[in-house]
């Protein structure tokens, strides 16, 4: 078991309902717990679900679990499947030192199709989100991912951007039989898009 | 996803909080398993119902909490260990069979699990389920995390049957949503038999008939075994102290606030300070014990989700101490030290105890903070909307179209359900009361009666199909026999959609995937004598004509059946979209088309946008599940659906 940069260690995945946050972090809490770790995965399920902004809390710890949710100011990860959502945990959870992981692809809100609110241009987005931020790894996410056929990769895509960055105890080794478990018919396509992440956060 | 592996006793496995209590059930050996599907507790049947050849038991997705309770409850009296399952509202509903058990006592194992929902997050109240044990003189295990929540929802048969009374476990949103580390324990390879015994010992009628009576008689040993309980909880090992012999601050919690008190003092570095009593029995409360423990501080801190539940039962005992006792300082929701409402936080639990503790707090670096202060208002809000292709948005739309057409201030009574989400923007804010399972037609029925007082409002009740079968069947005959006037709108999706999809009684299909007979909800309905219509909600013209002309027509309790399936349910099954959508950027006038832009702006399907640069709607292709309604909406003809290649 490698020794974790930090006890606990703290990750945000963010999202919007129905983009597959609950999937990411149970694939990502479920390598951890095999090799060792103690993992709390805390998820938003049900109505807020809709269409809403979701976030889960992924704590990492060589000794024990801790509760569901991190502390304001105190993630060490960000993940996040939509830039916007980004922003917004890294407003509540960031600090001077967390390390972003981001989708560029926004998913626009009821309240900015309607008019009655304004979704920033998404260059300033990534240029706030790098200000927030220690290091920031950009991955067109959804792009890939309708390359490889279906927008629903971007989670996988986002999940091998997340191991080639090296921020957590885990290698291609660990995941690779999470996602033969979990997609025995499609392992070929998730393997791919896990590879494209892989290669996106430059490995 | 919920799933368990059902062998390797001894291995560590990451278990949704739902899954380890079903985990839990298994190892105390149940051989039957009912509930009815509810945001925080679904998951337990989920993992129970997919599990059932293999372990030999039987689960079911239950008409209602009532139902499951009592069915479980005949089990049990069975000599068969049971457990049904609810969310909080789910025990109002199971309340009266509740408090009529609790005075026969059971015959084996008997749990009822209760997930209650801080914070509101999938619910249309806050409630705190620990109340209705006080006031049902029941035993209350609170646990705190998955480890837990499988050894506590062992324990609990055993004490159940040790006690010989139904043991309430109960869970929060944040412990049945958390996925934990849990080491598994044995599962029993024990063969069950079932046998209701018909013989009972006449000088010891509280063992096995399970009648309420001798009533008075009855109402005395339910207090007794609560006495009991109260011995048992005394020694529990469930219940333990960290910290220092005396501490500065001691905090009393429970449940998932165990954690966010464990990590503040930690935070805080407080640790030789600070002290925190973990009570996982709360009712009854173990005095005694409480007692020792208040010796160790003079301040007292209450950390619990959602009443002051164990803070008023500690502050009664502690009126009772002895009159020598030295001056206990309460601090907690009483104290406005801890919100009363709400979901708690570890934000919340750290500030507290840094103000009580008189040491200062910065959850990061000030620049930092500042800087972030100033970019919250650049996010955009993220109100909840109806799914992309989601056919109650049709629904909405033709009941806001038919109502305005209609002219004379009606409008809908609505409960719980995806539909729930029509009191906001995206089901164009039509409904406009909200309540309990079932309660829209209710409701209606007492609106519907008023016509001798000048009300001449239509009233249009709406309720999903599971709904329906769960609550609403009493509410629809009594609008039938008393004559009420509303159009009652059933929204037969064919599916429990907002919890993930299980099948009802309407669906043909059992919780385990088992064909099974098919409530035809449309002949229950006629077998009343009430007027029936069906619509397809994506016919949008018909049913905005269908819904007119029942407006107009006179009085009595009309029934349209809103039939077409979940999107999430046929995309999960077909894999295909009906439609390919775009928008013609030529034939679209943008800003200049209705109200401003009818499509994006009052429509507001999240597969639809607006861009900005070019001002014209626009389809999000990563979103659209190319339902095509919109293009049956758009004035001008510019959104084009055609059919898509298979």
């Known amino acids: ?203 | 996803m919920a799933s368990i592996e059902l062998e390797a006793p001894g291995t560590t496995q990451l278990l949704l909080g739902n899954e380890a209590i079903a985990r839990g059930a298994l190892e105390a050996g149940i051989g039957f398993a009912a509930s009815y599907p509810g945001t925080p507790a679904s998951e337990i049947m989920d993992t129970l119902s997919s599990i059932t050849k293999k372990m030999g038991i039987h689960a079911e997705w239950s008409v209602n909490e009532k139902v499951a309770l009592e069915a479980a409850a005949g089990a049990s009296f069975a000599g068969i260990r049971a457990i049904a399952s609810m969310k909080q509202n789910g025990i109002n509903v199971a309340s009266d069979f509740l408090i009529n058990l609790a005075m026969t006592g059971i015959g084996k194992g008997l749990v009822a699990v209760v997930a209650d929902d801080p914070g509101a997050i999938s619910s249309t109240n806050e409630q705190d389920s620990r109340n209705i044990c006080k006031w049902m003189n029941l035993p209350l295990l609170e646990v705190s995390n998955a480890q837990d929540a499988k050894d506590i929802t062992k324990w609990a048969f055993d004490l159940s049957e040790e006690l010989d009374t139904i043991c309430i476990v109960r869970s929060v949103n944040r412990i049945g949503h958390t996925r934990g580390n849990v080491e598994l324990g044995k599962l029993p390879k024990s063969k069950h038999r079932a046998y209701f015994p018909i013989i009972w010992d006449m000088f010891k009628p509280t063992k096995s008939k399970f009648t309420t009576g001798p009533f008075i008689e009855l109402h005395k040993v339910l207090l007794q075994k609560l006495a009991k309980a109260e011995e048992e909880f005394e020694v529990s090992p469930y219940n333990y102290y960290t910290g220092p012999e005396k501490a500065e601050l001691l905090i009393i919690t429970s449940g998932a606030c165990t954690h966010y008190c464990t990590e503040a003092v930690k935070e805080l570095k407080l640790e030789d300070n600070v002290g925190i009593f973990k009570l996982t029995t709360t009712w009854p409360l173990p005095e005694k014990l409480v007692s020792k423990q208040l010796s160790r501080s003079q301040k007292v801190l209450f950390v619990e989700e959602s009443d002051p539940f164990i803070e008023r039962s500690v502050m009664e005992l502690a009126a009772n101490l002895p009159p020598d006792s030295p001056r206990l300082v309460f601090y907690g929701k009483r104290s406005r030290h801890i919100p009363l409402y709400g979901e708690l936080h570890p934000d919340i639990v750290i500030n507290t105890i840094a103000n009580l503790m008189g040491v200062t707090y910065l959850a990061r670096d000030i620049t930092y903070e500042k800087e972030v202060n100033e970019l919250y208002r650049v996010i955009p809000g993220r109100t909840l909307n109806l799914c992309p292709g989601c056919p109650h948005r049709a629904t909405f739309w033709a009941v806001k179209n038919a109502l305005q057409l209609d002219g004379r201030d009606g409008f809908v009574c609505g409960d719980i359900g995806c539909y729930s989400l029509g009191f906001a923007a995206g089901g164009y804010y039509q409904l406009r009361t909200m309540h309990a399972m079932g309660s829209g037609i209710g409701v209606a029925n007492g609106l519907g009666s008023l016509s001798r007082f000048g009300f001449e409002q239509p009233v249009i009740a709406m309720v999903g199909d599971s709904t329906f079968l769960h609550a609403a069947i009493p509410a629809l005959i009594n609008g039938v026999y008393n004559k009420s006037n509303f159009i009652l709108l059933i929204l037969d999706n064919n599916a429990t959609a907002m919890t993930g999809f299980q099948p009802h009684p309407g669906t043909g299909m059992t919780a385990t995937g088992e064909p099974t007979f098919h409530i035809d909800i449309e002949a229950l309905c006629r077998s009343l004598g009430v007027h029936v219509e069906v619509c397809d909600p994506f016919e949008l013209k018909n049913t905005i004509d269908t819904l007119l002309r029942l407006l107009a027509e006179a009085g009595g309790a009309k029934v349209v059946i809103m039939r077409r399936e979940c999107e999430m349910v046929r995309a999960k099954r077909e894999k295909r979209f009906p439609y390919v959508v775009s928008v013609d950027p030529d034939i679209c006038i943008g800003e200049a088309c209705g109200c401003n832009r009818v499509c994006t702006r009052v429509f507001q399907c999240p597969g639809l946008i607006y861009d900005q640069e070019l001002r014209k709607a626009t389809i999000d292709e990563a979103v659209c599940t190319g339902c095509g309604l919109c293009a049956d909406i758009c004035p001008h003809g510019a959104i084009i659906k055609k059919v898509a290649e298979s």
Not at chain 1, 10 to 33: D, E, T
Not at chain 1, 101 to 120: K, L
Not at chain 1, 168 to 194: G, R, T, V, Y
């Open chain 1, 1 to 203: 078991m490698k020794k974790l940069s930090k006890e606990p260690l703290n990750m945000i995945i963010a999202g919007v309902g129905g983009q597959g946050n609950v999937l990411l972090s149970f694939l990502i809490g479920k390598a951890l717990v095999q090799n060792g770790y103690f993992v709390s995965v805390g998820d938003t399920y049900g109505a807020s679900q809709r269409g809403g902004s979701v976030a889960s809390h992924v704590r990492i710890s060589e000794h024990t679990c801790y509760g569901s949710l991190i502390p304001s100011g105190h993630a060490d990860v960000i993940l996040s499947l939509e830039p916007a959502e980004t922003l917004r945990m890294l407003c509540r959870f960031g600090n001077p030192d967390v390390v972003t992981i981001t989708n560029t692809r926004p998913i626009y809100s009821s309240d900015v199709t309607s008019g009655n609110d304004v979704y920033p241009k998404i260059d300033e987005l990534l240029k706030l989100i790098e200000k927030l931020s220690a290091e920031v790894i950009v991955i067109k996410a959804t792009d890939e991912a309708f390359k490889l056929g279906n927008p629903i990769f971007a989670n996988v895509i986002l999940i091998g951007a997340l191991i080639g960055s090296g921020v957590l105890p885990l290698d291609k080794k660990s995941l690779e039989p999470i996602l033969q478990e979990n997609f025995p018919k499609e392992f070929d396509a998730n393997m791919a898009a896990f590879n494209t992440g892989m290669k996106l956060a430059g490995h």
